[in-house]
């Protein structure tokens, strides 16, 4: 793992030179107080997966796109659209799963697992060099889903 990390950082360092990296020590975590089967979860990912009738991600910008897509709670595979052009969509395109794993959660929700499962989600765009946007939204996303009764976010990165 750490060897790809030094590859991806002399990857990025060669694109964009001017580029510091940020090493967050103390992200701020609340604590879960009730057990997962009475919690309500929205999944977050960075794959930059759109509904095929949204706005694509802005690929052009230098620093990243730092906006968001809401994901409707009973997306399907078929629904969704791919702007990310930083990874192999190859397993993604097989199953959505790999990067946004809908249909486990929904397994985990009918097994009394997980109580519920949010009515929105979320997808941003990974490969962010100017952070300031992605942390602002972020922020909104976050209280968003707190008022609408979320207690956990499942993130996954790409």
């Not at 997962?36 to 930059?48: M, V």
Request: charged share 25%; net charge positive; proline share 6%.
């Amino acid at each position: 793992m750490l060897n790809k990390l030094r590859i991806t950082t002399a990857l990025i360092k060669r694109r964009r030179p001017d580029f510091e990296f940020k090493t967050f020590r103390n992200a701020p975590i609340t604590p879960l107080t009730k057990p997962l089967n009475k919690c309500k979860l929205a999944l977050i990912t960075t794959g930059g997966l759109h509904l095929k009738t949204d706005p694509p991600f802005d690929l052009t910008t230098q620093n990243g796109d730092c906006s968001y897509r809401k994901l409707p709670g009973d997306i399907r595979q078929e629904d969704i659209a791919i702007s990310h052009k930083w990874y192999n969509h190859k397993f993604i395109n097989a199953d959505l799963n790999c990067v946004f794993p809908i249909d486990r959660m929904r397994e985990y929700v009918e097994k009394g697992r997980i109580k519920s499962l949010s009515e929105e989600h979320y997808s941003f765009m990974g490969h962010i060099y100017g952070t300031e946007g992605l942390i602002k939204n972020s922020i909104k996303v976050g209280k968003g889903l707190k008022e609408i009764g979320v207690n956990i976010a499942f993130i996954t990165p790409t």
